[in-house]
């Protein structure tokens, strides 16, 4: 059996409007991701990624175009359609980490987790699996930058997405951490997991298996 495209964006475009001045964002982005895929999105500040990435994460929509997400034209979904495959086939981790702070390490990993009598179990495990199993019962600001992103990548994962979305996941931490959370995604890779990371350190995308370069809203051949 051939792979499969998870991914398939045509001619995306998206444009933003400040008053009555147009912002083209996104002018034709064409791309195919293969399940299993480690790619890294680079580019300039202002190329369009973020704007790629929230289109991908069904946290926007397009002006136009075409995004087909695991055989399904995400565009046809109606509000609650698209909250539900938010919640179901991705996760997503921020430059941020975006922690509730009142909440601790498996509190936080627990929390989409739904439906499910064991979610503490499932949590624990996702720290582990993030190495960060013996911090389970500390606050965030117990934490240090690069755990508190281990955190939200344990989060993002408590679905089982079948994509993880990360919009400059290290840009809050210093060199030996943003290696550390690289090295990570590769191993979370290498168990199947596809992965689209924003990033602008030429240093980090050449971990992924393969980069997709952004300027001004468009695909650099
Ligand atoms: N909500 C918005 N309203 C208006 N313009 C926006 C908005 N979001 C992004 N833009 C513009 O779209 C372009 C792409 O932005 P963005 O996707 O955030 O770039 P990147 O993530 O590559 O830095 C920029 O010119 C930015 O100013
Ligand atoms: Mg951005």
């Keep these: 059996m ?14 933003y409007y400040m008053g009555k001045v147009e912002v ?3 002018r034709g982005i064409d791309i195919r991701v293969e399940q299993g895929e480690f ?10 990624k973020s704007t790629l990435l929230n ?4 946290l926007d929509t397009p002006t136009s175009g075409g995004i087909v997400i695991d055989g399904i034209e995400v565009s046809s ?5 698209r909250a539900d495959f938010r919640l179901r086939k991705l996760g997503f981790v921020f430059q941020f980490f975006s922690l509730l702070m009142e909440l601790n390490a ?32 500390h606050f965030p600001n117990e934490l240090s930058g690069g755990q508190q ?28 951490s943003s290696n550390q959370i690289v090295a990570l995604f590769r191993e979370l890779n290498e168990k199947g997991q596809t992965i689209l990371m924003v ?16 300027k001004d809203g468009r695909v650099v051949v």
Aim: proline share 5%.
């Design 39 to 48: 790619i890294a999105l680079m580019g300039p500040s202002g190329s369009g």
């Design 55 to 58: 289109m991908i994460g069904l």
């Design 149 to 176: 992103q281990r955190v939200a990548i344990a989060r993002a994962l408590a679905n089982e997405p079948a994509i993880l979305l990360a919009d400059e996941p290290t840009a809050n931490l210093d060199t030996e």
């Design 24 to 26: 083209p964002a996104l």
């Design 2 to 15: 051939g792979r499969i495209d998870l991914i398939e964006i045509t001619d995306l475009r998206k444009t």
């Design 77 to 81: 979904l109606d509000h609650n359609q």
């Design 106 to 137: 498996i509190e936080n990993v627990a929390l989409p987790i739904m439906m499910d009598e064991r979610k503490n179990d499932r949590a624990a495990l996702l720290l582990e699996l993030v190495g960060i199993g013996d911090r389970a019962d």
């Design 199 to 214: 990033t602008h350190e030429p240093e980090l995308g050449e971990k992924a298996d393969r980069i997709i370069r952004i």
